[in-house]
C-alpha cells in the first residue's frame, strides 16, 4: 500500500483521495503516456477502465441501497423493525 498520498493529504488537512479519483489519475497519466509511447500501456489502459467502472458500479449500489434505506428511515421505521413488517 502507497500511504505517501494519504500521508501528504493529511498533511494538508484534506482527506485521502478516493480509489476512484485514484484511478482516474492513474487513467489520464496513461492517456499521456500512450499518446507519447504508444500503445505498449494500451492493456493497462484497458485493465485501470475496467477497474473504474466496477468501483463505480459498487459506489452505485451503495448509493441506491443507502437512498433505500434513508426512505425507509423517513417514514418513522427502524432498521431493526424491517424483520418484523414494521
Known amino acids: 500500500m502507497d500511504t505517501t498520498n494519504h500521508q501528504v493529504a493529511l498533511i494538508d488537512g484534506g482527506s485521502p483521495p478516493s480509489m476512484i479519483d485514484r484511478v482516474e489519475r492513474a487513467l489520464l497519466v496513461l492517456a ?3 499518446e ?3 500503445d505498449v500501456h494500451l492493456p493497462m489502459y484497458e485493465s ?3 477497474k473504474l467502472e466496477e468501483l463505480r458500479s459498487k459506489s452505485d449500489v451503495r448509493q441506491r441501497a443507502r437512498e433505500r434505506l434513508q426512505a425507509f428511515m423517513g417514514q418513522g421505521a427502524t432498521p431493526l423493525a424491517i424483520g418484523a413488517g414494521q
Do not use: H, N, R, T
Open 48 to 50: 485501470f477502465e475496467a
Open 36 to 38: 507519447i509511447e504508444g
Open 32 to 34: 499521456y503516456l500512450l
